[in-house]
């Protein structure tokens, strides 16, 4: 089966079908060209950045014990007091200090109101504080800045072009949607066809397309696995993967990131000894992984990957939503990426979000 963010497939055919020439999954080789390696942080930086962590902490709670004491004044801190009062705090006492006195002096640098099209450059509204950084007020001029904080891998979201256009021509012929779900109203022929496109993009049969991509994780994991199954996930999954196999109700086990001998070991434990509570042999093991992970950069080993599922009949679920588009020598994610024949990752899920200039 194959998700690309919303997209599922059943995965058959060959690996000449989809035009992947895959390795021998079982080779003992496989790990040589697929470990990673993060540049070590110098000790200096290491040792500047905690003390300016520190420092900030330590005169943050000065800062507050100033203010209980009536010596310094702050404005929103008294509206809030004033406004709150019978109410449960939203956040916890940290939370409101590191708020308050720490992130408030690069509030500045963040949540900046933006004027044109986040492409690769884009306009962002000018503003000012006369008070530290509580309130903003605009300038009414704007300030030409590099985009360093959109996905648009491929510049696919600008206002011109042949994506804008036919955009444009798509909304003209079947307007911006049909309002309900494909249960009440049936589905587009353009849905039909972008659901084909896909299919043939990551070399499977069939794909379904949801309209958010959190959503397709979260709300279709439950479906996919339940009471009596085992999802092993890797600890560093993104939150809607999490949120997912939460709510499936399986049992869960996490291994170290992207390490495969923890991995194998797990998988090792579970068919050994089945269930912790009947012994019984689970229904299905499945492991949860994604291709790239987006706050480490780090790339799923998938031939390791394959081989294990392979040795240990297990299923793979690989969420390629920073990879697809990307990665590999036709931008089709982490398969095309390692050679891997995609028809060895039972669920493959990807979002139009980051490389495609879209949602969903």
Not at 254 to 265: G, I, R, S, V
Not at 270 to 291: D, L, Q
Not at 337 to 350: A, E, K, S
Request: glycine share 10%; with cysteine.
């Amino acid at each position: 089966m194959s998700i690309i963010d919303g997209k599922t497939a059943v995965p058959r055919g060959s690996s000449e079908q989809n035009g992947f020439a895959e390795k021998d999954a079982g080779s003992k080789n496989l790990s040589a060209g697929s470990r990673e390696s993060y540049e070590e942080t110098p000790l200096f930086c290491s040792l500047t950045s905690y003390l300016t962590w520190g420092l900030f902490i330590i005169v943050a709670y000065v800062r507050t014990f100033l203010v209980k004491i009536g010596v310094e004044r702050q404005k929103l801190r008294e509206e809030a007091e004033k406004y709150s009062k019978g109410f449960v705090p939203l956040y916890s006492s940290f939370e409101s200090i590191y708020t308050r006195y720490i992130y408030r002096r690069i509030r500045d640098l963040w949540d900046r109101p933006i004027a044109s099209c986040a492409g690769a450059r884009f306009d962002v509204m000018e503003r000012i504080s006369d008070d530290h950084n509580e309130t903003f007020k605009l300038t009414g001029k704007t300030v030409n800045a590099i985009n360093l904080s959109s996905y648009n891998y491929l510049g696919f979201a600008q206002t011109t072009g042949s994506c804008a256009d036919a955009a444009v021509d798509a909304v003209k012929e079947y307007g911006v949607g049909p309002c309900s779900c494909r249960r009440e109203v049936g589905t587009l022929a353009v849905q039909k066809e972008l659901e084909d496109l896909v299919a043939e993009f990551v070399g499977m049969p069939a794909a379904m397309v949801f309209g958010m991509g959190f959503a397709t994780n979260s709300t279709n994991i439950p479906a996919l696995v339940g009471k009596g199954s085992l999802v092993i996930s890797d600890r560093l999954n993104h939150a809607s993967l999490v949120m997912g196999i939460r709510l499936s109700g399986a049992k869960i086990v996490t291994f170290q990131h992207n390490d495969m001998k923890d991995l194998e070991k797990k998988l090792r434990e579970a068919i050994v000894h089945g269930h912790p509570r009947t012994r019984r042999p689970y229904k299905k093991i499945v492991i949860f992984v994604e291709g790239v992970y987006s706050m480490e950069g780090s790339v799923i080993p998938l031939k390791e990957l394959v081989a294990l599922k392979k040795k240990y009949k297990a299923y793979i679920y690989l969420d390629e939503a920073h990879s697809i588009g990307c990665m590999g020598k036709r931008g089709r994610g982490v398969c095309d990426y390692w050679g891997v024949d995609p028809t060895n990752i039972d669920v493959l899920m990807g979002t139009f979000t980051k490389s495609f200039g879209a949602c969903g």
